[in-house]
């Protein structure tokens, strides 16, 4: 009987869909491997297909997309890719969402209503899903959403780096545009040696359907606000919250978000006289017409990479954050 060879050797495999390819060849770079090419394609009628180039069996693969728009194509092609890996045999599935899709969509605030973002979460899990990965969850709540392992990475480190750079403490002030986000401002607060103030927005009886009146509780008046947020969409809350800081006597408003959605009119709002700059990263694609002189884009690449590095390696992804947030 010829005799048997087991190689014990792990093999890590990257693969991209279509929608930002060049954020997956940044994180294959930072590992030190390429991608692995996809035969995708999109049929007349709308159907996506999707086989590897290569061989991918017994590997632990990692899955990169990122849902920008149009959202719905994407996801439906991450899904795709998923099920043929599974097909093809490979030892471990890991989706990396850097920008997990309806995530605003993660509780019900009305009867009859979706939570979108369990339905997602449900979705990987079908395709054939093991672990997903991702950056800045609109709600932390979204990790129990799915039946295995959820790597909820940070973007802090990475904008706070540029900060400590830029900003002088002592005249700071960290904003949480709104009373859900007071947490995540409150640790950008204590990393930052500033001050935390909250907007408190409410309804106007006189105005309907528009958010018109803030209230700002903490000291704004001759300080440089920052206002850290998730995401931003249109940019119409962080403009109205920033003429407010100004409006209460703020000398500069400076906005950090992880996820640049920038749907319309986003791009003009955050050019406003109230804004003096802004600070995104790449965990969704920023094309040249939505960029603008006071943007300032941060690559997340090299954190998505150690955080994939981790988990291939069977190390610890919570040590990447020392457990702060």
């Not at 790449?282 to 040249?288: A, F, G, N, R, S």
Request: with cysteine.
């Amino acid at each position: 009987m010829s005799e048997i060879k087991i190689s014990g050797q792990k093999r890590l495999v990257i693969v991209s869909g279509r929608a930002y390819p060049e954020l997956a060849d940044q994180v294959a770079a930072e590992l030190g491997t390429s991608v692995v090419h996809t035969d995708a394609r999109t049929f007349a009628n709308g159907e996506i297909y999707a086989r590897y180039d290569e061989s991918v069996r017994g590997a632990d693969v990692f899955v990169i997309q990122s849902h920008t728009f149009p959202i719905n194509e994407w996801l439906m092609e991450q899904l795709i890719m998923i099920d043929a890996l599974k097909r093809a045999s490979v030892k471990r599935i890991t989706v990396v969402s850097p920008f997990y899709p309806y995530a605003r969509q993660d509780k019900k605030g009305r009867g009859r209503e979706p939570i979108s973002a369990r339905l997602v979460a449900d979705l990987y899990k079908a395709a054939g899903a093991d672990r997903i990965m991702s950056v800045d969850l609109h709600a932390a709540q979204i990790q129990g959403f799915f039946d295995g392992p959820v790597d909820h990475l940070f973007a802090m480190p990475v904008l706070l780096e540029h900060f400590q750079r830029q900003l002088d403490p002592s005249t700071l002030t960290v904003v949480s545009p709104d009373m859900g986000r007071v947490r995540v401002a409150d640790i950008w607060s204590d990393k930052l040696g500033a001050p935390l103030a909250i907007i408190h927005k409410r309804r106007d009886p006189l105005v309907p359907n528009q958010v018109s009146v803030h209230e700002i509780v903490g000291e704004v008046d001759g300080r440089v606000c920052l206002i850290v947020d998730d995401l931003i969409d249109t940019g119409r809350t962080i403009a109205k919250a920033a003429q407010a800081l100004k409006d209460n006597g703020a000398t500069g408003v400076v906005v950090a978000a992880t996820h640049a959605v920038f749907s319309d009119p986003a791009t003009e709002l955050l050019q406003s006289e109230f804004i003096d700059s802004v600070v995104v990263t790449d965990t969704l694609p920023v094309p040249e017409s939505k960029r603008f002189p006071t943007l300032t884009i941060l690559p997340i690449a090299p954190l998505i990479a150690r955080a994939i590095y981790e988990v291939f390696d069977d190390g610890s992804v919570t040590s990447m954050f020392d457990g702060a947030a």
